[in-house]
């Protein structure tokens, strides 16, 4: 569900024209949904509403304090992986009760920041970084509260670059040392454990996975227990795939009819760390075409954003929908859809049938709300693109088109 709809033949973001936001701020914009953004996380909040829960929005999704602010007054907390992710998290009025921070390389400064910050608990992903908090916290004469990211050993059937919980992987604890692991915890003066962590990867469209993983997390609770340690939360990761093309994911109310019975009586607070489920379908990215090319074998529509606004097609040969703002008669045609940055990788569709565009003409791109602008560079010294937030029949830019200025700034 989201609110980009054609009225007539013109795409609107909820009772805002498009091609009037492109006109008056410009392209490539990113354009975010106000709506679709609360729909989704109350969705997300309802599916859960059986048990103590906590949904921390994944910041790397989408870091935007406009954003971070709506999931907030909805009650949302954050989950983090670094030191600025928390600024943001904080700057947007997010409860440090409510803010989890995982990430296998956090720094001694970023340790001191959440500690000072109070922030709920750190998901750690190694012995060392274990040791390290709780030197840290000590140096504060603090108590780190802690969660240990185990890796369950399952497969999410997803892209390669973004499963992370196989045993291969560098996130996480393996699953067959994690009693071990926590014993060594329970030792440290300045931690105390509350929680276990698990993220088994992204864009997972089934629910077995997610099913698998947290049977082996609840067994690993229930040992954990009878060993005299006690875990208060269980972090379930982010994860939840959405349609980009034509992938039928489960509903978030599907994912928790088929966990809440599993977790129901273990006693716990569940967190979740959902990103894409609850930005990615929320937002888009606007591009005019510039020209239109023939090679010799293909045809290339050339338009105003590159891989430096949207990495996603070149990183992942992920699918972005790409539809016209204004449907018209016409031909359509196949042709790489690619933008002005001097790769050969430098693309936002290959091989793809659309409608013939003019020269001049507005294309959205479909779901790049999550990973879109956060991923986002300043790569051949192009300006990062505006953001706006429509909300009803008003939109607000959240944040400026950067200037020629903002690229050199701190450079001497
Ligand atoms: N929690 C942890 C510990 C994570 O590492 C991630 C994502 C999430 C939560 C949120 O996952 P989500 O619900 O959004 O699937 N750049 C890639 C995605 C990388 C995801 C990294 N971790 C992409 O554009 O597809």
């Known amino acids: ?60 999704a989408n870091s935007n304090l ?80 802690v969660a240990l990211r185990v890796n369950p050993d399952i497969d999410p059937k997803t892209h390669p670059y973004i499963s992370t919980g196989l045993k291969k992987s560098k996130f996480g604890i393996a699953i067959k040392n994690a009693i071990e692991e926590y014993q060594l915890a329970s030792t440290l003066p300045n931690i105390e454990i509350v929680g276990i962590h698990k993220h088994i990867g992204s864009q997972i469209t089934e629910v077995s996975p997610f099913v698998a993983a947290m049977e082996r997390i609840l067994d690993l609770v229930k040992k954990l227990k009878e060993s005299g340690i006690d875990i208060k939360y269980i972090d379930a990761g982010g994860g939840l795939g959405i349609r ?62 590159g891989m430096n606004d949207l990495i996603r097609p070149s990183l992942y040969e992920a699918h972005h929908e790409i539809i016209p703002i204004e449907k018209r008669e ?23 049938k659309v409608m013939k565009p003019e020269p001049g003409e507005l294309l959205a791109v479909m779901s790049a709300g999550a990973y879109g602008f956060t991923m986002s560079s300043n790569y051949n010294s192009r300006p990062r693109v505006a953001e706006v937030m429509v909300e009803g029949d008003k939109y607000t830019v959240i944040r400026k088109r950067e200037s020629y200025e903002d690229l050199i700034r701190g450079e001497e």
């Open 1 to 60: 569900m989201h609110d980009f709809t054609y009225i007539g033949n013109e795409l609107y973001c909820e009772k805002v024209s498009i091609r009037k936001i492109a006109q008056e701020v410009g392209t490539p914009v990113y354009i975010y949904s106000s709506n679709t953004l609360r729909n989704h996380y109350q969705v997300f909040d309802a599916a859960f509403s059986g048990i103590p829960h906590i949904v921390c929005f994944a910041v790397k």
């Open 66 to 145: 406009s954003i971070l602010k709506l999931f907030a007054s909805e009650g949302g907390g954050a989950d983090i992986v670094s030191g600025g992710e928390l600024f943001r998290a904080l700057k947007a009025g997010i409860d440090p009760q409510k803010i989890v921070f995982a990430g296998i390389g956090k720094t001694e400064d970023e340790i001191s920041f959440a500690l000072k910050s109070n922030i709920l608990m750190f998901n750690v992903e190694s012995p060392l970084e274990l040791k390290k908090i709780n030197e840290v916290a000590g140096n504060l004469a603090l108590k780190a509260r």
């Open 244 to 305: 980009y093309k034509d992938e039928e994911p489960p509903h978030p109310g599907e994912l928790g009819k088929a966990l809440l019975p599993l977790i129901k009586d273990a006693g716990c607070t569940l967190i979740f760390e959902p990103g894409r489920v609850l930005a990615g379908n929320a937002g888009i990215l606007v591009t005019r075409v510039l020209y239109l090319k023939t090679g010799e074998t293909k045809n290339f529509v050339i338009v105003d954003a």
């Open 330 to 352: 016409g031909s359509s045609f196949k042709a790489d859809v690619v933008g002005p940055i001097c790769e050969s990788g430098d693309f936002l569709a290959k091989d793809r």
